[in-house]
């Protein structure tokens, strides 16, 4: 059984920075995407970052240049976030898309954003807080 639980948010100056980081658990197989989704409150779900088995990274336009996803060994996930604006409140979670056909169809961000039915496993999330 897979696990990812997150930790690294908290409250930031707009300008500010913070890494976050998913402790990942349970996950055996060599095919993998991975990444980042976020929900700010009265938003909706919105796929940030993902990494691939086959070297592919991708962002969403709102974050690019500003947000750099890592991977240690499907071990350890990782966000780092700089320049942050206040747009970028919301809580974060790690996840790791479906090996289902059905996920694959589509890209990365928007399994991520798509919901669970798409997600082998997700984390509770971490708080991000950028104040202007």
């Known amino acids: 059984q897979v696990q990812m639980a997150e930790s690294g948010g908290g409250s930031v100056q707009n300008g500010g920075s913070l890494r976050l980081s998913c402790a990942i658990s349970g996950y055996t197989y060599t095919t993998y995407c991975m990444g980042w989704f976020r929900q700010g409150q009265d938003k909706e779900r919105e796929g940030v970052a993902s990494i691939c088995s086959n070297g592919n990274l991708r962002y969403a336009d709102s974050v690019k240049g500003r947000f750099t996803i890592s991977l240690d060994n499907t071990k350890n996930l990782f966000l780092q976030m700089d320049t942050l604006k206040p747009e970028d409140s919301a809580m974060y979670h790690c996840?790791?898309?479906?090996?289902?056909?059905?996920?694959?169809?589509?890209?990365?961000?928007?399994?991520?954003?798509?919901?669970?039915?798409?997600?082998?496993?997700w984390g509770q999330g971490t708080l991000v807080t950028v104040s202007s």
């Open positions: 996840a790791a898309v479906s090996l289902d056909p059905v996920a694959w169809q589509m890209t990365p961000l928007q399994a991520l954003a798509g919901g669970e039915k798409y997600l082998m496993a």
